[in-house]
């Protein structure tokens, strides 16, 4: 048994049009769009990537300066603290002594890295102690230093400065570890 399948078509076909020019004309109907994009499309398209693409690089850039900065910071932070801590463990004469604790030195991001060039930033400490403040009664006040620690550097163009503080009693914690 054969079976015949009918199909009906919208359009002419192409070479059965009445008025038809050629092979390909569809004789006054429009032909089917090709899928592409058109001039303007490409050109917008190209613009919004470019746009794109520069914040992306911006913002990676900025991300990575940040990055230094911290590290920066941090190693600053390092070394104020390293000399706070040698501090409240000395005794009471040696924090006053500049030969055992100078009031300027230079410490570097990678210490190192020194002996081959590849220290990195360098590190201006400076050391000070004066005596308590005058708010205290003369018993204390005599007996009390406030000293101060702090680190400057230079980040790219930009003087950066990170300070620490901190009381020493006479009498304090570095009495009992120096004498143990």
Known sequence: MKVRIHTTHSCPEPDSAP???GPRSWGGARPRRVSAFTLVETIVATFVAAIMLSGLYSGLGAGFSMLQVTRENLRATQIIVQRMEAIRLSSYKLLQDPTS???NFTDYYCPGGTTN???G???NVTY???P???TLPPSYRSNMLLVTVTANWTSGKVQRTRSMQ???ARYGIQ???SSH
Request: proline share 8%; charged share 0%; aromatic share 20%.
């Open 19 to 21: 008025n038809s020019a």
């Open 101 to 103: 604790y100078p009031t």
């Open 117 to 119: 060039g590849g220290a």
């Open 121 to 123: 930033i360098a590190y």
């Open 128 to 130: 000070n102690w004066v």
């Open 132 to 134: 308590g403040p005058g």
């Open 166 to 168: 901190s009381y020493v």
């Open 175 to 177: 009495s009992y570890v």
